[in-house]
């Protein structure tokens, strides 16, 4: 009996001792480097099965012992293990581990997302990547550092407008560019008559990050102005604690980079003969009495940009703060070429109630660019190229100030000579003037622990003034002084309610699921004013003009949409989503103005299952899939036709020759993505691998009609396009020590597409504006890539051998074909980042293989006997390659030489436009970035938290095979009229890249 009680005491002191060990603890995980709360962070009990993840405000709760080791994993943090003793809370901070992805991404609409449970493609980039390219328009800030882009700018020039191309572009006539949205609130990225694309307002010291959403399952959320993928920006907040200030300066040296080589052994002339009185280069050899300039060169000059920037933040727990201001003035390698940009960025965030948090964000940007030469450069570089050796370009005036000229028109009319380059750079400046306020306010209310509403509102709001002045006494037929000024003002206003329930079912099935409301409204007015002969030749103002002409042009446009989505996550290993969205447009009939599309994906994460050296090796491995939709409106005003004014004799309004389709359907964009993510030996390697396939039908597009219709243009649903491409990201962190870190990435990206149906009987769809040859032009060809090249060539055998006459001179095809393809094959970045104790160097080689360029420019320095490949071939005897076709339908081999005199070089090589595409390749090191931090014992007795001194390269190398100047161009770009697939590719004598060095300074109190 003694032994019976004495047994069950001890059971009983077991039962209470064991009760008082064990107990619920609670806390909270975030990020160390920035505090956030962190996201389904696993929590374990090492050594057994028993764990939780933590919920959307970073919290957990887990039953534990006392003397238990709690394991936090987290894929991109540093694995954290906490013995548990005597507390009741236990909060923890990860550091960040760079070895692998960044792991929470935002995504369409500013949602935060694991990029774990990610079902699409998602490439993300850094605050510290995006300052360290040192490129003041954004859009370039992305180049060879996100596979999957595309992106060419109009020139070197300071505020040079670029475009930028998600996966291809999905449309034959629309725009092509994706949507851009800063703090949850669409922007514009206009560019009006080759003036800058808005969203280089933007300054780049302000982003924390940039999430590139390329794929439509990514941007489904966001609606028609996503069917080409999303550009989500997010700017730099306030963070509780101690006050802390930025500053930050640089200086940056710049000069001409790669330009087209001319010829400098013939003066001016024809048939061997000189002739002072033209710009045409066929006359004889320069004497060596002659003075010889070397004005391409001359024209340009060292540019000069100071950057100045300056941030100051901090908070309580109810209240943060981010204040930024920042300053631009570059001065650029034309003469009185210059960008200027002013901003100022206020952002707070104040907590209402425990509940309720509303963030408010003002941007006030004034920016200011004058152009030395003509903001769509294209073509504007082609009397520098072809100006007399003979003449210093440098001398522009005569001792009465007025316009010295190369030679005196026998006619005395002024309208029949060209301007002086440098008198136009000098004396007709571009100005275009913008002031912009972007504001935004964001509420959200925490129902309860997984029921979330927020409301964003936003306004993109400015007025752009743009005046160009041709002075008096200037050349051509604008000698007796002229205007072209117009005023533009756009708004846009949005409004989003998200509604997000975030419900753990239990320990293995997680529900996410939001549903809610989009009005966008977007308005714009442009005024143009224009006019000729000025009655006071020194007052430049619209109202002392002789001729006058004025327009007025007004858009509208409103979008309302209703989207949901849900997420499944079961067990963290296989995620589920599926998302719908259904817009009603106002550019569309109301039968057709409104139509759903839906997105549905899933990913299946195997390594959860893998065990041993297999998950030792293969430490994360991601399946992904997607299929999706997205539609896409018409522009404004398209269903009826308007009138427009008439200028002419009996002027008064007309019909314009666009017609109306009140029939009018969306474009609608289908695209499957499939991919795999895999992270090697705990993130030493980490590749990122998608394949898509996405086919644009009933496209939008205005061919060509019969003049009976009483209309030029018709605004149709015609066409169909498909792209398919691989993108592929490589991360590979190869040195991770306490001292010394070396990371280094690899993009790879490739893109096909194919224009697979037209209107009617067409077979041609040419880009509307940027034509500069009649022999080669950028077009897009009936079962041809997009991006096409439609042109002449030499007449052909089946075999491809060239057909030549009794003569020995090739025969030209007038018919225009396909002859080349302007999308490169392959787009390549290696960017590597070293950091050993205080130092830092980052270096960044990017590239593409297999664009076909269209060299215009060299076919026009030809025509005037300029090229340099005329100091070679120039009156040489020559024998083609070809052959002769005899009157039985035979051939034989040619054997007639022909002299290469200027008949065959403007006669016969010119006409073939062939013989100016070129298939070329590029690798540019694009970025060498270097920086030493100031050490802390140095720093620290002047109240200096972090110093560092850098020095940055810009464009310094350039390998390429290409006959031209630099191979990445783009004629007209985005604002001069080109659409579809506009003029990437096409080179007509644009102002060059720059070569730069920055030297900086940036200091944090």
Known sequence: MRRILFLTGLLLLAGITAQTQTRRISGMVTDASDGTSLIGVTVMIKGTTSGTTTDIDGRYELTVNQGDILVFRFIGMVTEEVVVRDQQTLNVALMPDIATLEQVVVTALGIKREERLLTYNVQSL???????????????????????????????????????????????????????????????????????????????????????????AAAALYGIDAANGAVIITTKRGVEGD????????????QVGRLHDVQNMYTTGAAGLYNPRTFSHWGPLFRRSDNVYDNLNNFFETGISTKFDA????????????????????????????????????????????????????????????????????????????????????EIYNPDGSERNVWIPVSGNLADVPDNPLW????????????????????????NDWLTMNYVAGRDYFQQHFKAVSVWGSAGGAHEGAISEFNRESEKITSTFILTADHKINDQLTVTALVGNNIQTDFARITNVEGERFRNPTLHSINNLQEIRNSQATFNRRVVGLFGDITIDYNRFLVLGITGRNDWTSTLPIENRSFFYPSYSFAFIPSEFFEGNLADVLSFAKLRASYAQVGKDAPPHRLSQTLTQFFGINSGWRNDPFAGNPMLRPEITTEIEVGVDFRLWQGLFNVDFTYYERKSDDQIIQPRVTPVTGAILQTVNSGSVENKGIETLIRSNLIRRDDMRWETSLNLFGNRSRLTKLFGDLVEFPVTYGQVSSQAIASSWLGEPLFGIVGTDYKRTGDGRVIVNEQGYPIIDSEKRYIGNREPKLYYGLNNNFRYRNFEISFLFDGAYGAEIMNATSQFLISSGNHAM???????????????????????????????????????????????????????????????????????????????ISVNMQNLFLWTNYSGGDPEVNNAGPGGGASGAGTMGVDYFQVPHRKAITMGLNLRF
């Open 870 to 948: 005329l100091e070679k071939y120039r009156f040489r005897e020559f024998i083609f390659d070809g052959v002769v076709e005899m009157e039985d339908g035979t051939y034989r081999e040619n054997d007639q030489g022909i002299i290469l005199d200027r008949e065959f070089f403007q006669n016969t090589y010119n006409l073939a436009g062939s013989n100016f595409v070129e298939e070329v390749y590029w690798v540019r090191l694009r970025n060498v970035n270097l920086a030493y931090h100031l050490p802390t014992e140095l720093i620290g007795r002047l109240g200096i938290k972090d110093a560092s």
């Open 311 to 394: 941030n100051v933040s901090g908070g309580s727990p109810n209240l943060t703060y981010y204040l930024a201001v920042s300053n631009l003035d570059d001065q650029g390698i034309v003469a009185n070429t210059n960008y200027g940009r002013t901003s100022a960025l206020l952002t707070g965030s104040a907590k209402i109630t425990d509940r309720i948090t509303l963030t408010t964000t003002a941007n006030v940007i004034k920016t200011s660019n004058a152009y030395g030469i003509v903001p769509a450069s294209g073509g504007w570089m082609a009397n520098v190229y072809r100006w007399p050796r003979w003449d210093n370009m440098q």
């Open 126 to 216: 850094q605050a510290d990547e995006i300052v360290s390219s040192r490129q003041e328009n954004l859009v370039n800030a992305l180049q060879g550092r996100v596979s999957g882009v595309q992106i060419s700018s109009t020139s070197g020039a300071p505020g040079a407008a670029s475009e930028i191309i998600l996966r291809g572009a999905t449309s034959v006539d629309g725009d092509n560019q994706p949507l851009f949205v800063i703090d949850g609130v669409p922007i514009s990225n206009a560019s009006v008559r080759g003036t800058t694309n808005r969203a280089a307002d933007i300054n780049p010291n302000d982003i924390e990050s940039i999430s590139i959403l390329k794929g439509a």
């Open 243 to 254: 006050v802390r200030v930025g500053l930050s300066t640089s200086t940056t040296v710049s």
């Open 424 to 447: 136009v750079a000098n004396q007709n400046v571009r100005r275009d003037e913008v002031d912009r306020t972007l504001a935004s306010m964001n509420l959200t209310y925490q129902i």
